[in-house]
């Protein structure tokens, strides 16, 4: 009799010992939510990097391509340079750019392409292409990318921007110190 009562006790404790290692206790269930969120943050700020820098690439790349596009319109145009626009690509490029929305530039929807044709503050003629974070004529609108460590001290006349000739800047109307980031100076 011992034997058989020993032998119904094995039965009961493995059987209930088997249910119990075929469900999860609700620590466990936390425990591996807190680690997915964990993760997940992790792998978040690490991707928010990754589009920052394609974004700033892009931009990099479309500069570079207005930029020949200018200069290419330059010589087709026997020298003379476009005027200045208020914000976009000067008029006519359109036909050595390609297709795209060229007013609109990589960083966020409120970032805008805007041509420089200026006198610098040395007597001679400057020549920019600039990436403008702030809608025009709107200064609380303006959209810095956060990521940026050159935006930090951005403001509303502040630029990403691409020298193509000159003493560039980051606004026509700003000393030549103005918060602003160039590319290729």
């Known amino acids: 009799m011992f034997r058989i009562v020993r032998k119904s006790y094995d039965c009961f404790f493995h059987q209930k010992h088997r249910e119990k290692s075929d469900a999860f206790t609700l620590i466990e269930l936390l425990l591996v939510i807190a680690l997915i969120a964990i993760l997940s943050s992790l792998l978040y700020g690490r991707l928010g990097g990754f589009l920052f820098k394609a974004r700033e690439a892009r931009a990099l790349a479309e500069l570079n391509q207005i930029s020949s596009a200018t200069k290419q319109m330059v010589i087709d145009l026997g020298g003379d340079w476009p005027a200045d626009v208020s914000r976009g690509v000067p008029p006519g490029i359109e036909e050595y750019l390609g297709p795209g929305n060229w007013p609109n530039a990589p960083f966020n929807d409120t970032a805008e392409y805007d041509w420089d044709n200026f006198t ?32 930090e001290n951005f403001d509303y006349h502040s630029s990403y921007y691409l020298c193509l000739q000159g003493k560039c800047k980051a606004h026509p109307g700003k000393p030549d110190d103005h918060p602003g980031y160039c590319v290729n100076c």
């Open 120 to 151: 610098g503050s040395d007597g001679k003629q400057v020549y920019q292409i600039s990436i403008r974070f702030c809608p025009l004529g709107q200064p609380s609108q303006c959209d810095f990318p956060e990521d940026a460590v050159w935006a």
